[in-house]
């Protein structure tokens, strides 16, 4: 070990790791420390492409203590989630040779070697797009790269899931649940794939990423005041979330958009019924939010079957499930068309992204959105044309997608080779 002191190599791992919306909802814990929910919960995964996490790990035996940067910015380990996947992670270490480098580190040597992280999202992180799911998932995906760690990827989920719960769900990619498992320790709560991307490869996602001044309530702290005093939450997770899970697999399985779209309207609606149950109550949607679930219940309603499934995690944002391409680009021009840019906005920035879907909407910069004709299922009578500039602060167009990689080419490390300090 003394020798290993001496030496000044840096070994390093990137990965990278997607995001994830869950279609039946996590909220609530029985266990605050290991996190375990109340119910189980099924999610999709979002192509990385779009929405993801980079995490370089490194390891030297110059570093003098484990030390992270998230988006560029130092920031603290020493909350109990991080030192609880790092200390899981260290546990499962195993001997790691680079013969190349010259570098042989025993199972051993893990506890008094240090680790250097950097992480870095590809979306806003004030989008309040679920960073922290793709966060932990990421940071002890690599760590366990690095460790040489043997286990498979459902007991590393379970280690995941003690960062934040959603993220047991991030280390697979397509279609995901996380079994609320019944054991003490926790050793059974873990994610499990249903299907991956390919089974479903139609489905196109648009996000529509609601402006709000407000700061909402942490999802922690929200589920926790909801199991403390919500009667409903108890009749969600004890009646009604156990049957949705079954309804909800069989329609993934059997690609039932119908299906699969009324579960996961009716599942987030109960999740915010929930937590207006909440004493005090909690808002997470705002007056958007609630106009967008209108206009497509009103849409899917004309359409006699729905043709877009809506969802919204703890924020106004609306996370919006299209059965097909075709779909999506109709859903994005009623979008536009509610929702246009503010005059002085680049379109450019408006829709990220798969942008390649704004050539079957028809639009090409803000002119085309000025032109977009009403939708015809509000020409009726009841519902008014008007239309809400600069209440969307853009739309990210994704597809289901992959689970964690690694990116073995260094040129996407996040640390330098040399330093092991970000670049
Ligand atoms: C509404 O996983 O962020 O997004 O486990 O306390 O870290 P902690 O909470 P978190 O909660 C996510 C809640 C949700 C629903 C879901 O993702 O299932």
Known sequence: ADEIAAQKWVLMVTAQTPTNIAVIKYWGKRDET???PINDSISVTLDPAHLCTTTTVSVSPSFEKDRMWLNG????????????????????????EDEKKGIKIGKKDWEKLHVHIASHNNFPTAAGLASSAAGFACLVFSLAK????????GKLSAIARQGSGSA?????????????????????????????????DELVIVIAVVSSRQKETSSTSGMLESV???MLIKHRAKEVVPKRIIQMEEAIKDRDFPSFARLACADSNQFHAVCLDTCPPIFYMNDTSHRIISYVEKWNRSEGTPQVAYT???GPN??????????????LQRLLFYFPPQSDCDFNSYLLGDRSILQDVGVQDLKDVEALPPPPEIKDNTTTTQKYKGDVSYFICTRPGRGPVLLPDESHALLCPETGLPK
């Open 228 to 230: 403390e005093t919500s």
């Open 312 to 314: 919204f995690d703890a």
């Open 318 to 331: 609306a996370v919006l499930i299209a059965r097909n391409r075709k779909v999506a680009a109709q859903l």
């Open 146 to 153: 690095l460790m040489n760690v043997k286990e498979d990827q």
């Open 73 to 96: 910015k130092e920031i603290s380990l020493s909350g109990a989630r991080y030192q609880t996947c790092l200390r899981e992670i260290r546990s499962r270490a195993t001997d790691v």
């Open 168 to 200: 047991c769900r991030s280390l697979f990619g397509g279609f995901v649940k996380w079994k609320m498992g019944k054991e003490e320790d926790g050793s059974d709560s873990i994610a499990v794939q249903l299907a991956d991307e390919k089974h479903w």
């Open 34 to 36: 290991l996190i375990l």
